[in-house]
């Protein structure tokens, strides 16, 4: 019987002939390309690789977070260039997307009055609502002061500012002035040479792209499962309640409601079964 | 279902990663050439039949769409341009030839070679004789004499449908028993 080694040989002279081919042909990626290949190439077994991919991107945020600076007390959470929407908790339950290249300062415990982090770049923040601490953003050009809401922040070059709402009410400060304007649902506050201005919202797409290409690190499966729900009409997820809890990292990219749900099920060992619109979660039997 | 690993190799091979593309390469390359060998019953053809999906693969990976796993794809593509090509030329003809040039094409193989094809004749001919016989008769019909499936339905008095559904269950065994061996391997 033909050996391992030469059964491999024979598969190896076939790659070269098809990656020659390939080559030849321009089909192949530059040698510049995406840099998403690097976690592969990372790992030792090829095969194993695979399993691996949901992993790299706690690998990634475990990266960021001893790679930047974290003061006393204070928690630096960045996110590199070309990776998904990093998705993150704070201890009062709002969340910020971060997308590409965004950062949030934030401390590990807020203070009793008041919710302040810093941000740099874009995000979207679904604040928790709480009267009593009202939650603040600092960017490099602007104070938001927010109560509880949904928004979109863009503070990516020094020059402009915009945040658009999707529900609630936010006042926004302009540092250097000291103007400030209340932007409510459907407006978007806009900051060019020093003016401060409250518009219609536009760009309505802005907030869905968030969605796209996105990545859960350590996040409540409840969560996860409601982000998805509130950005899809046609189907919805339900979880039985005692999965709430269960703590899940995970990257999608494009996918359906369906897609993401068996995703979910695969990672954490779960079970679906589908009832008409309802895509319902649950422990194995 | 798909499987999470297969949703992520195939995001891979998407965003354009041809060292994910270079592992699936590597796993399924000699089972699916002895798949679609055991359909063609050339191993030159086999051979390029598996270099050209995969050629293909990787050129319109954007359009792909895997619905079941990547093997049942892979598995199914080849055996599809297998079966293609055997509709295309005159397998009669192609069969007789063969034989008669048996020993001419020996030159071109290295006596490993020889003997792995000697082996995977045996492979497919052990299957065979597990099947009904009735499912044995249509593939060495279809395979071997050449007939079109509606040329077996009318010699066995059988419907088209019928002959299609046999000698899908007859592909499947040999897949099965081709998994078996490049295992073991």
Redesign the interface.
Known sequence: MKSREEKQQKTDKAWNELYARLEQDGLLPQADAPVKQHFMQSVPLRWAACIALLLAGTVAAWFIKTNFYAGEDKLLLANEKGKPTLVTTFEDGSIAYLSEQASVEYPRHFAEDSREIYLKGDAFFEVSSNKQRPFVIETQQAWIEVVGTTFNVRSKDNESFSLSVRTGKVKVTSKKSGESVFVTAGQTALLRDDQLRALQTRDFDQFNRYLKFIHFKDQRLSNVVRIINENTDSIQLKISPELGDRLLTVTFHNDSPQTMAQLICLALNLELTVQQNIININQPK | ?????D???L??IK??????F??V???Y??PLCLYAFSITGRKDIA?EI??EL??VL??DRDKLQILHSVKSYLYGAIRNQSLQYCEHVNVRERYKEHQLNAEEQVPDSTP?EM??YK?LEEVINRTLKKLPQRRQAIFRMHRLEGLKYKEIADTLSLSVKTIEAEMTKTYQELRREIEKYTYV?
């Open positions: 279902m798909v499987m999470l690993e949703l992520l190799i995001r891979k965003e354009g990663d041809i060292k994910t270079e592992s390469f590597r796993l390359y000699s051979e598996v270099q995969f050629y990787w050129k490993e003997l792995e082996e391997l």
